[in-house]
Protein backbone atom coordinates (compact mmCIF):
# COMPACT_ATOMS: atom_id res chain seq x y z
CA UNK A 1 0.00 0.00 0.00
CA UNK A 2 3.11 2.68 0.90
CA UNK A 3 4.02 1.68 -2.82
CA UNK A 4 0.65 2.67 -4.07
CA UNK A 5 0.97 6.66 -2.37
CA UNK A 6 4.44 6.81 -3.24
CA UNK A 7 3.14 7.03 -6.60
CA UNK A 8 0.77 9.40 -6.65
CA UNK A 9 2.30 11.81 -4.13
CA UNK A 10 5.43 11.99 -6.27
CA UNK A 11 3.44 12.67 -9.53
CA UNK A 12 1.12 15.56 -7.40
CA UNK A 13 5.23 16.81 -6.23
CA UNK A 14 6.41 17.13 -9.32
CA UNK A 15 3.33 19.01 -10.67
CA UNK A 16 3.30 21.51 -7.97
CA UNK A 17 7.21 22.25 -8.44
CA UNK A 18 6.06 22.10 -12.58
CA UNK A 19 3.60 25.16 -11.30
CA UNK A 20 5.73 26.84 -9.61
CA UNK A 21 8.44 26.94 -11.39
CA UNK A 22 6.29 28.80 -13.99
CA UNK A 23 4.62 30.71 -11.87
CA UNK A 24 7.97 32.30 -10.55
CA UNK A 25 9.32 32.39 -14.35
CA UNK A 26 6.45 34.47 -15.48
CA UNK A 27 6.78 36.56 -12.43
CA UNK A 28 10.41 37.49 -13.62
CA UNK A 29 9.38 37.69 -16.82
CA UNK A 30 6.67 39.56 -18.19
CA UNK A 31 5.04 39.41 -21.41
CA UNK A 32 5.46 43.31 -21.96
CA UNK A 33 6.79 46.97 -20.57
CA UNK A 34 4.79 49.77 -20.74
CA UNK A 35 7.52 52.53 -21.42
CA UNK A 36 6.42 56.36 -21.53
CA UNK A 37 9.20 59.26 -22.56
CA UNK A 38 8.66 62.69 -21.30
CA UNK A 39 10.73 64.79 -23.53
CA UNK A 40 11.10 68.05 -21.68
CA UNK A 41 13.35 71.07 -22.72
CA UNK A 42 14.94 72.60 -19.78
CA UNK A 43 16.18 75.70 -20.08
CA UNK A 44 17.95 79.11 -18.26
CA UNK A 45 15.43 81.92 -19.44
CA UNK A 46 12.81 82.90 -17.49
CA UNK A 47 11.34 80.78 -14.94
CA UNK A 48 8.51 78.80 -16.54
CA UNK A 49 7.45 75.50 -14.97
CA UNK A 50 4.93 73.36 -17.49
CA UNK A 51 2.27 72.51 -15.14
CA UNK A 52 1.65 69.24 -17.14
CA UNK A 53 4.99 68.39 -15.34
CA UNK A 54 3.67 68.35 -12.01
CA UNK A 55 5.01 66.17 -8.98
CA UNK A 56 8.59 65.80 -11.00
CA UNK A 57 9.49 69.03 -9.08
CA UNK A 58 11.75 67.08 -6.67
CA UNK A 59 13.32 64.78 -9.52
CA UNK A 60 14.21 68.35 -12.02
CA UNK A 61 15.35 70.07 -9.40
CA UNK A 62 18.90 68.72 -8.78
CA UNK A 63 19.30 69.65 -12.99
CA UNK A 64 19.66 73.39 -12.13
CA UNK A 65 17.68 74.50 -14.74
CA UNK A 66 15.46 77.75 -14.42
CA UNK A 67 12.69 76.65 -16.53
CA UNK A 68 11.54 73.28 -17.58
CA UNK A 69 9.04 72.22 -21.03
CA UNK A 70 7.18 69.66 -21.73
CA UNK A 71 7.93 69.17 -25.38
CA UNK A 72 6.87 65.21 -26.31
CA UNK A 73 4.52 62.35 -24.13
CA UNK A 74 5.02 59.32 -26.13
CA UNK A 75 3.52 55.92 -24.56
CA UNK A 76 4.31 52.35 -25.90
CA UNK A 77 4.11 48.73 -25.29
CA UNK A 78 7.60 47.03 -25.34
CA UNK A 79 7.44 43.13 -25.81
CA UNK A 80 9.72 41.57 -23.44
CA UNK A 81 13.53 41.79 -24.81
CA UNK A 82 12.51 43.75 -28.09
CA UNK A 83 13.38 47.23 -28.48
CA UNK A 84 11.57 50.04 -29.42
CA UNK A 85 12.30 53.21 -30.92
CA UNK A 86 11.05 56.66 -29.84
CA UNK A 87 11.28 60.03 -31.87
CA UNK A 88 13.15 62.90 -29.89
CA UNK A 89 13.22 66.04 -31.26
CA UNK A 90 15.79 67.01 -33.08
CA UNK A 91 16.31 64.05 -35.34
CA UNK A 92 17.39 61.68 -32.55
CA UNK A 93 15.66 58.02 -31.44
CA UNK A 94 15.71 56.51 -27.93
CA UNK A 95 15.83 53.43 -28.21
CA UNK A 96 14.37 50.99 -24.93
CA UNK A 97 15.21 46.95 -24.39
CA UNK A 98 13.63 45.34 -21.22
CA UNK A 99 16.23 43.26 -20.05
CA UNK A 100 15.51 41.54 -17.07
CA UNK A 101 13.14 41.65 -14.31
CA UNK A 102 14.18 40.52 -10.56
CA UNK A 103 13.29 41.70 -7.20
CA UNK A 104 10.05 44.33 -8.59
CA UNK A 105 13.06 46.18 -10.38
CA UNK A 106 12.42 46.05 -14.44
CA UNK A 107 16.32 46.59 -16.43
CA UNK A 108 16.88 48.54 -19.27
CA UNK A 109 18.81 49.14 -22.20
CA UNK A 110 18.53 52.87 -23.49
CA UNK A 111 20.44 53.96 -26.26
CA UNK A 112 19.78 57.91 -27.47
CA UNK A 113 21.35 57.99 -30.95
CA UNK A 114 21.37 60.69 -33.58
CA UNK A 115 21.76 59.39 -37.13
CA UNK A 116 24.35 56.54 -36.80
CA UNK A 117 25.80 58.28 -33.80
CA UNK A 118 25.43 56.76 -30.73
CA UNK A 119 24.51 60.05 -27.72
CA UNK A 120 23.90 57.22 -24.57
CA UNK A 121 24.12 53.27 -24.52
CA UNK A 122 23.63 52.16 -21.20
CA UNK A 123 21.67 49.64 -19.04
CA UNK A 124 19.41 51.00 -15.75
CA UNK A 125 17.22 49.54 -13.33
CA UNK A 126 14.40 51.00 -12.21
CA UNK A 127 11.48 49.86 -9.86
CA UNK A 128 8.48 48.68 -11.20
CA UNK A 129 5.84 51.57 -12.08
CA UNK A 130 9.14 54.27 -11.79
CA UNK A 131 11.06 56.51 -13.60
CA UNK A 132 14.41 57.92 -14.09
CA UNK A 133 15.53 61.49 -15.47
CA UNK A 134 18.38 61.68 -18.14
CA UNK A 135 19.88 64.25 -18.81
CA UNK A 136 20.15 64.77 -22.73
CA UNK A 137 22.24 67.08 -25.42
CA UNK A 138 21.99 70.53 -26.38
CA UNK A 139 18.62 71.42 -27.90
CA UNK A 140 17.37 74.66 -28.82
CA UNK A 141 19.40 76.74 -26.34
CA UNK A 142 18.77 74.41 -22.99
CA UNK A 143 18.90 70.88 -23.06
CA UNK A 144 16.73 68.04 -23.58
CA UNK A 145 16.12 66.36 -20.72
CA UNK A 146 14.35 62.65 -20.48
CA UNK A 147 12.03 60.96 -18.12
CA UNK A 148 11.58 57.06 -18.68
CA UNK A 149 8.85 55.07 -16.92
CA UNK A 150 8.50 51.72 -16.98
CA UNK A 151 5.75 49.30 -16.16
CA UNK A 152 6.07 45.59 -16.57
CA UNK A 153 2.51 43.79 -18.01
Do not use: C
Not at 25 to 48: C, F, H, M, Y
Not at 97 to 111: A, S, Y
Amino acid sequence: MLKKLRSPALLFSLAFLTVAGWLSAAEKNPQSVQVRIRTILGGDKGDEFDPKLKGMEQQLKPLKHRSYRLLKDDTQTVPWQDGKSFEIPGGRSLTITPQDFQDNRIGLKVRLTQGDKPLIDTTVKIANKGNFILGGPAHEGGSLVLSISAAAQ
